[in-house]
């Protein structure tokens, strides 16, 4: 069957992929053209509607005018990416690349992982057990555990979109260092006697890993890339209008300083506030998004808001009871409690050095 | 008749396969029967570790997404022999899927 397919492939090359190609070619351009030119746009819509930026009403619209076109282009862009890149890397291949990794390059390896490979907190039941009975250790699977949901496209294209490129820079990194020493830690502790028992027996009956060689011609790819726009995107626009919504209306109507007095920098324990109210809480990164902007623009300190997100994002109440079904209350504590000290950890560090 | 089950914990994204597929079957007419599996230790069984995925007559012919309309009626229709096995292989499209 498979060599069938081989030889399907050359005549599938010609003509669709090129067709694809020019589509995405030509897709590229008209990005490009309508991102140089977003202010352009807001103030065209905004001198057809007759609204001057003079007063505070109007340079609030503009903003949105502009910000929310950009934010979406942004996202539409690295969320094909994303998608093309999905086709390349699969949970097997992942744990195929994981398989016996040692503590220390493998987290690294594991966390990293994490930010390309496709991941639905849905099926990190399935996935946990499954790394762990092709031999990924425990602690490197909770590497790419915490890196998979904390550090995704719809995350990194809001930050970059909104605070720009180096706040989108920063998240990601901290996010993997917290990734790659939780792991770690939790790998020292040797925590396995405190997965549930039928996980412990599954562990038993070890498999090896299979790749199948995956043969997927380049249009393929690039259809999946838009499926996936078409998925992400029209379920988070919503949340980046009303983000941006906000954001844009409350310059007016909220004193500037609201947030400092309770989350500036000179308050300490904003942050491990800002996390234990985090933890428990389930959003996604769009669904969060309104809030970040609307305590940034009042004065709230980076560092806690990031806390915060992070939090949010990678822990979870529902995710600690689906996890609950393979890991005794004491590994899930500590995961738990691991991840929201290094979380904690990286708002310090932010507040101090930004 | 064919033997059609839906391995899932139980989210959106697995009740949307779950409807997909029994749409495609009223629609085309196909004789089979459907199954959601969402015990965990019985999709592990299968070796699956990225759900939802879609098995017919105990072969797991799609995982980790919701294939289209159009390639579900594909793979209730083949012979039995498997085919999109991996992820996207002989994708005729269908979201990435991801749930939440």
Known sequence: MKQGFRQQLPRAFGRENVQWLSGVAVGAVLWILLYRNLEWFASLSLYFSGITRANRFGEALYFFLYEVPKVLLLLTAVVFLMGVVHTFISAERTRALLSGRRTGVGNVMAATLGIVTPFCSCSAVPLFIGFLQAGVPLGVTFSFLIAAPMINEVALALLFGMFGWKVALLYSAMGIAVAIVAGMIIGKLQMERFLEEWVQKLQERVITPEVEGEVMSIHLRLREGLHHVRDIVGKVWLYIVLGVGLGAGIHGYVPENFMASLMGKSVWWSVPVAVLIGVPMYSNAAGILPVVEALLGKGAALGTVMAFMMSVIALSAPEMIILRKVLKPRLIAVFAGVVAAGIMLVGFVFNLVL | ?100
């Open chain 2, 1 to 100: 008749m064919k033997k059609v089950k839906i391995l899932g914990s139980g989210c959106a994204t697995c009740n949307q396969l779950v409807e997909a597929v029994k749409a495609v079957i009223a629609a085309e007419g196909i004789n089979a029967s459907v199954e959601k599996v969402e015990d965990i230790q019985q999709i592990m069984a299968y070796n699956v570790i990225s759900t939802p995925a879609l098995v017919v007559d105990e072969q797991v012919l799609c995982k980790g997404r919701v294939p289209s309309r159009e390639e579900i009626k594909e793979l209730l229709m083949a012979k039995p022999q498997g085919c999109c096995g991996s992820h996207g292989t002989k994708s005729s499209g269908g979201g990435s899927g991801c749930c939440c």
